[in-house]
């Protein structure tokens, strides 16, 4: 219970700003593979992953949505790649792209990623 007082409270201070709880997003689908080649970490809440999903599945791309609020394996899943990939800092959304991993949602980034 506490750890995940702490998570919440940690997400809130490092992330998108405090907005009303929007719809929640698609349950976790498969691992990442050729046909979910990205996995978007996140919360509910959050309008900037709502926004990387959106963007997302608006060109067709399958992604696989990890909420790092209510599940702590995936916050420290997160936390690892972002480790792994050297990414300092904090905040959500987090977007692992074909191994490739970036902080905040930024669609020329994900697309640069993308095509690589």
């Known amino acids: 219970m506490l750890r995940a007082l702490s998570l919440s409270l940690s997400l809130a201070a490092l992330g998108c700003a405090s907005q009303p709880p929007l ?3 698609a349950p976790a689908g498969p691992p990442v593979s050729a ?3 990205v ?4 919360a509910n809440w959050c309008r900037h992953t709502r926004a990387a999903m959106d963007w997302l599945e608006a060109r067709g791309v399958h992604a696989r949505f990890r909420n790092v609020e209510a599940d ?3 916050y420290d899943d997160m936390h690892t790649r972002m480790t792994e990939g050297n990414i300092r800092g904090g905040g959500i959304p987090v977007l692992d792209v074909r191994g490739r991993v970036l902080l ?3 669609a020329d980034e994900v697309e ?3 095509r690589d």
Do not use: D, I, K, S
């Open 72 to 74: 702590p394996a995936a």
């Open 35 to 37: 046909a979910a080649p």
């Open 39 to 42: 996995v978007v970490y996140g």
């Open 23 to 25: 719809p929640p997003l």
């Open 112 to 114: 640069r990623a993308l």
């Open 104 to 106: 905040g949602f930024h």
